[in-house]
């Protein structure tokens, strides 16, 4: 995202000149999937597309907010916010200024203008990324400064309490702390993180099945009670356990039936995926790129069938990467349910690769395949350049 495209949207919405103006990336999770939310471990990279706003502050109580890629504003006052279903681009604006709110922040009142190239419905995060950006834009223009754990912290309270969708701590976390050319190891109860460089030679590579379920976040919601079922079982004989990140494997085979097949079966997803993300580290730490092929394999079919959170057209996406000497790693990304797969590709056989997968997409799938080539990007930033004097 160009910064001076964002400064003139806004003069072009507002006929005014900006006072501030943020950016936060998209992520893609190279492997560490539905863990997040149980304690584990997760392997991000922020991406080179995200969500950009700029904003002056007005008098009043009233904000104005423009959707520059969609052509719609709407104006909303700060006392009794709430959901919009006609204006549903709003809400993540909105839940950053409840999130302040209750934190006691006098937010400023203002205009905004907000754009993003982040491909929608890809499962890239495009909502954690536009609210960090938010965040980021009313502390610049309000003069107040949350540390970037904060930050993270307060973009999924936003999510969580006002949009109304539980995701975990993984998205906004990549969105803040990305570096370029690297992945972020995050644990996700210490929240300590360490960068992991991805192996010389490879370019992460989304390809987006075009295929979104409707029922995407109440299956979501299902995996995360399903799970807590399951720390209440294995916690009754092994007491320490508080979430699955606290279960090893050999913990875990005595308790199968106890868990009954299907909690068993989540569980079990969820206890092996903590392991092949911390593998999967040494494996890019060494350059290891079959042992990152397998993991990541391993990783997908886990989700596959433990899971239960693929879908026909993201197996057959996989099981095409998969096939190609020159690919070293593919998977389903994000949530599952649809959305896209991450794959990665020997920089020269990039193209290749993407005509192999489109067209064996479409003969099987009689879809369209979206590729999409992502270099691990830095985190979130207050933009300064192009800031009229
Ligand atoms: C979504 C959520 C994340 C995480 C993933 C699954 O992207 O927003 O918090 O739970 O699903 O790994």
Redesign the pocket.
């Known amino acids: 995202m160009n910064h001076e495209t964002v400064f003139a949207a806004f003069r072009s919405a507002s006929g005014n000149d900006a006072e501030a103006a943020a950016y936060a990336p998209g992520r893609v ?1 190279l492997i ?6 149980n304690d584990g471990f ?1 392997l991000p990279a922020a991406v080179d597309r995200g969500v950009a706003l700029a904003a002056r502050r007005v008098a009043g109580d009233t904000f104005r907010l423009h959707a520059v890629d969609l052509g719609q504003s709407c104006d909303f006052a700060r006392a009794g916010l709430e959901r919009d279903p006609e204006r549903p681009w709003a809400d993540y604006f909105k839940g950053v200024v409840w999130a302040l709110s209750r934190r006691g922040i006098d937010v400023p009142t203002c205009e905004a203008c907000v754009s993003g190239d982040i491909p929608q419905g890809a ?1 890239l ?1 495009s ?2 990324a536009y609210e960090v950006a938010t965040t980021l834009l009313l502390g610049a223009l309000g003069g107040f400064e949350l540390s970037s754990l904060e930050t993270a912290k307060l973009a999924r309270e936003a ?1 969580n309490g006002f949009v109304g ?1 539980a ?5 906004p976390m990549a969105s803040v702390f990305g570096q370029q050319g690297r992945a972020l190891w995050l644990d996700c109860r210490s929240l300590a993180r360490q960068t992991v460089k991805l192996p010389p030679g490879l370019k992460i590579v989304v390809v987006n099945s075009g295929v979104r379920h409707s029922l995407a976040s109440s299956e ?1 919601n299902q995996r995360r009670a399903e799970c807590d079922e399951g720390v209440r079982t294995l916690a009754s004989s092994v007491p320490e356990v508080r979430a699955l990140r606290d279960v090893t494997p050999e913990q875990l085979e005595p308790c199968s039936a106890a868990l009954g097949v299907t909690v068993g079966k989540r569980c079990r997803h969820v206890v092996s995926e903590n392991a092949r993300v911390e593998q999967t580290v040494s494996a890019m730490r060494s350059g290891d790129v079959t042992q990152l092929k397998s993991l990541m394999a391993e990783s997908h079919r886990s989700l596959r069938d433990d899971y239960e959170v693929s879908c026909l057209e993201l197996d057959v996406l996989v099981e095409l990467a998969l096939a190609l000497p020159f690919c070293h790693g593919a998977r389903l990304t ?3 349910f649809g959305g896209s797969t991450v794959n990665l590709v020997e920089v020269e056989a990039v193209e290749a690769f993407s005509r192999s997968i489109t067209d064996g997409y479409s003969e099987r799938c009689h879809r369209a395949a979206e590729i999409h080539v992502f270099e691990p990007s830095a985190g979130a930033r207050v933009l300064t350049d192009g800031l009229p004097a």
Not at 167 to 171: L, P, Q, Y
Request: glycine share 22%; charged share 15%.
């Open positions: 999770n560490g999937e539905h863990t997040d939310y997760v499962g995060s909502s954690a999510e969708v995701c975990g701590i993984m998205d979501y994000g949530a599952g």
